[in-house]
């Protein structure tokens, strides 16, 4: 059965980049989105952006100019960067196989303050 | 993007009643080609990822009661509890994933009246 671990930076400060990454343990790339999500606290969830197998992404309309989802298949693991982190980037963090039934991650909670 | 509109927000009630929750879409998220429904219904308590309890808007998933069920086609879903039990409090959350942005409604708090 797949697992998903995540890690990276759990506080930042304004303007500084977020970098995340989800190892992925007893499943392959092949025929699946890899995939963030966010939750601000005490608010609902939001779709980041997505990778398939070969490296195409799909990226959230608000957030395209600031994300980057990267694949290495050698390690299995994906990534996720958000540059010009504000205040408003603070929640956590999911990492995420697939669509329709979902493995996700434990999540990691980004805090951004100065 | 699609939107999705959930309704309540949030609802109480009794333990043993029925708590229904709906999902609206601004599009239809139906594939006619496979005949299926693009949207998922979770579960999340606090400090927990969300939960898959329904996929395909219907198909509940392995594990959950069966006091859990889906329903709706095209833009129109619900979700119904049939028998609210204590530990059924948490948010639901709808997702379609039939086109990126894989967006989600916005969440209904369920509590016990």
């Known amino acids: 059965q797949v697992q998903l671990q995540q890690w990276g930076a759990g506080l930042l400060k304004p303007s500084e980049t977020l970098s995340l990454t989800c190892a992925v343990y007893?499943?392959?790339?092949?025929?699946?989105?890899w995939g963030w999500i966010r939750q601000p606290p005490g608010k609902g969830l939001e779709w980041i952006g997505e990778?398939?197998?070969?490296?195409?992404?799909n990226y959230n309309p608000s957030l395209t100019s600031r994300v980057t989802i990267s694949l290495d298949t050698s390690k299995n693991q994906f990534s996720l960067k958000l540059s010009s982190v504000t205040a408003a980037d603070t929640g956590v963090y999911y990492c995420?196989?697939?669509?329709?039934?979902?493995?996700w991650g434990q999540g990691i909670l980004v805090s951004v303050s100065s | 993007d699609i939107v999705l509109t959930q309704s309540p927000d949030s609802l109480a009630v009794s333990l043993g009643e029925r708590a229904t929750i709906n999902c609206r879409s601004s599009?239809?998220?139906?594939?006619?080609?496979?005949?299926?429904?693009?949207l998922t219904w979770y579960q999340q308590k606090p400090g927990q990822p969300p939960k898959v309890l329904i996929y395909?808007?219907?198909t509940r998933e392995s594990g959950v009661p069966d006091r859990f069920s889906g329903s709706g086609s095209g833009t129109d879903f619900t979700l119904t509890i049939s028998s609210l039990q204590s530990e059924d409090v948490a948010v639901y959350y709808c997702?379609?994933?039939?086109?990126?942005?894989?967006?989600f409604g916005r969440g209904t708090k369920v509590e016990i009246k």
């Open positions: 995420a196989r697939g669509w329709g039934r979902p493995t």
């Open positions: 007893g499943g392959s790339f092949s025929g699946y989105y």
């Open positions: 990778i398939d197998h070969t490296g195409s992404t």
């Open positions: 599009q239809s998220v139906f594939y006619s080609s496979n005949n299926k429904n693009y």
């Open positions: 395909w808007a219907s």
């Open positions: 997702q379609q994933f039939y086109s990126p942005p894989r967006t």
